[in-house]
T-cell receptor
Framework: GQNIDQPTEMTATEGAIVQINCTYQTSGFNGLFWYQQHAGEAPTFLSY????GLEEKGRFSSFLSRSKGYSYLLLKELQMKDSASYLCAPQDFNKFYFGSGTKLNVKP | DAGVTQSPTHLIKTRGQHVTLRCSPISGHKSVSWYQQVLGQGPQFIFQYYEKEERGRGNFPDRFSARQFPNYSSELNVNALLLGDSALYLC?????????????FGPGTRLTVL
């Protein structure tokens, strides 16, 4: 089975930095994805971590600690268009798990 | 380049009926995965197909089945529909095995069961 925990909702100000945490327990583990999903749209890929450490990709960074079952997504220089749900998705080789998502509200 | 396409966009069925949802992956992608997403929740994994073989299955009843065709398109079939099957069904494709590559999602099929 699997258990994925991330905050339900967060609010941040335009231009600020926000960190979305995710803890997970899965029967197997191959890596962890983060996806962004705007309301009424399909998820889009943000990042993929396999090894421990930080992966940076423009304004977005993602961190993984396999031993702690922990990941976070860091969003810098927030823009209004970043208002969306952010899905933590740990994977094992043949099965894919998504958290319920964190709804991020960016306010002016 | 065309992205992942799904048909139909919307569908209304009644309890007990059968439904077939279709997905065409991005050209060159060999892996297709199916997900069910209920409003306010994250996608729930149903199946993964890679090179036309089932490679993974989530915790869904046997009423759910799928297949992948030689051209890598895929169908998801659901029998004996229940009200609880109402959801957005997402298809995602990836170039290689989905667990090691980025998945590209289609726009989804919105299924309503009355």
């Amino acid at each position: 089975g699997q258990n994925i925990d991330q905050p339900t909702e967060m609010t941040a100000t335009e231009g600020a930095i926000v960190q979305i945490n995710c803890t997970y327990q899965t029967s197997g583990f191959n890596g962890l994805f983060w996806y962004q999903q705007h309301a009424g749209e399909a998820p889009t890929f943000l990042s993929y971590n396999v090894l421990d450490g930080l992966e940076e990709k423009g304004r977005f960074s993602s961190f993984l600690s396999r031993s702690k079952g922990y990941s976070y997504l860091l969003l810098k220089e927030l823009q209004m268009k970043d208002s969306a749900s952010y899905l933590c998705a740990p994977q094992d080789f043949n099965k894919f798990y998504f958290g319920s998502g964190t709804k991020l509200n960016v306010k002016p | 380049d065309a992205g992942v396409t799904q048909s139909p966009t919307h569908l209304i069925k009644t309890r007990g009926q059968h439904v077939t949802l279709r997905c065409s992956p991005i050209s060159g992608h060999k892996s297709v995965s199916w997900y069910q997403q209920v409003l306010g929740q994250g996608p729930q994994f149903i199946f993964q197909y890679y090179e036309k073989e089932e490679r993974g299955r989530g915790n869904f009843p046997d009423r759910f089945s799928a297949r992948q065709f030689p051209n890598y398109s895929s169908e998801l079939n659901v029998n004996a529909l229940l009200l609880g099957d109402s959801a957005l069904y997402l298809c995602a494709s990836s170039q290689i095995h989905a667990s090691t590559g980025e998945q590209f999602f289609g726009p989804g099929t919105r299924l309503t069961v009355l």
